[in-house]
């Protein structure tokens, strides 16, 4: 799939209706994202989602009413005025839907065209956190349910509020990425999710339980008045009278370009929020799941930067 040319149609929204046109000249540069850190990859012949070369995302939709529901969010949120543009500067670009060539070729299939985050990094460190202790939503079957309160329990998303879905930290061009697999990920207690979030800002990372890393870059990534801990505490003040929507199962990406942090340059520290296809109205009430679980996050980072200032 890498580099593949794809055809594609084009999917317009006219008065509530999809009307699709297709214009059968038009290919488009499609390809595996490579710093892709959660999530079905493209691979194998699964479903997934590509990239292409002017910095655009493309997320294929789920078939069972959640990938409509994704749609729906990112067409009401970027035209409600009610959120202010220093909050949704938070959240992906949204281009539209396209139906190109699905990854595990299946034929044409519905895609978001969402920003792609990471597009504009050389060698971008990531973490991806699902965030809320609850990552199931109102509405879901009772399978689901317990699928997903499986998955909280054996992971920290009860205990802390938040679990690490995704991570890779870049160490320098002699070691590369450091990419824990997504099994080690899931067996993630609280001291490790404490120790990755040191490892993130660390100058090489320590995989030993009683490590300690370096956190040499804690001071410019996670401090400062534009790292990431003061843009978690933008969000949490928002989300603190929001009450417009409920992200159910939404994930927090923290982003910096390690390679401009080892030369001493500007990382391009940024916090965005992914993955809305069990967002729900918010119906008047404040979302704490969310909210408690954002809480407990600026706590962790807090300590990290307490820590390495000692």
């Known amino acids: 799939m890498h580099g593949k040319s794809v055809k594609f149609c084009e999917i317009f929204g006219v008065g509530g209706e999809q009307i699709v046109a297709q214009d059968s000249s038009s290919t488009i540069m499609l390809k595996v994202p490579d710093h892709q850190v959660a999530g079905h990859r493209a691979v194998n012949g699964q479903l997934g989602p590509l990239i292409d070369e002017s910095g655009r995302f493309y997320k294929p939709l789920q078939n069972d009413g959640r990938g409509s529901k994704e749609v729906e969010f990112y067409e009401l949120f970027s035209l409600d005025t009610r959120i202010p543009s220093c909050i949704k500067r938070f959240f992906p670009s949204f281009y539209g839907m396209q139906l190109i060539e699905a990854s595990d070729g299946s034929g044409l299939h519905p895609h978001l065209i969402l920003e792609d985050i990471v597009s504009n990094y050389g060698k971008p460190s990531i973490m991806d956190i699902k965030i809320g202790s609850r990552t199931w939503y109102p509405e879901a079957s009772e399978d689901y349910i317990q699928k997903c309160l499986k998955k909280d329990r054996e992971s920290t998303s009860v205990s802390l509020g938040f679990r690490i879905s995704g991570l890779q930290v870049y160490q320098g061009p002699e070691s590369g990425f450091w990419k824990p697999d997504k099994k080690r990920i899931k067996r993630f207690s609280i001291d490790d999710a404490r120790l990755a979030l040191r490892n993130f800002v660390s100058s090489q990372v320590v995989v030993e339980a009683d490590g300690q890393p370096d956190h040499a870059f804690a001071s410019c990534i996670y401090g400062g008045s534009c790292g990431i801990l003061e843009q978690l505490l933008e ?37 965005r929020l992914i993955d809305f296809a069990h967002v729900v109205p918010g119906n008047g009430v404040i979302d704490h799941n969310f909210l408690g679980g954002l809480c407990s996050l600026v706590k962790f980072i807090s300590e990290t930067l307490a820590h390495c200032s000692r």
Do not use: T
């Not at 949490?236 to 942090?261: G, M, P, R, T």
């Open 235 to 271: 969000l949490k003040s928002w989300f603190e009278d929001q009450e417009l929507h409920h992200f159910n199962s939404c994930s927090i990406l923290l982003v910096y370009d390690k390679e401009l942090a080892l030369e001493g340059h500007d990382s391009g520290a940024a916090v």
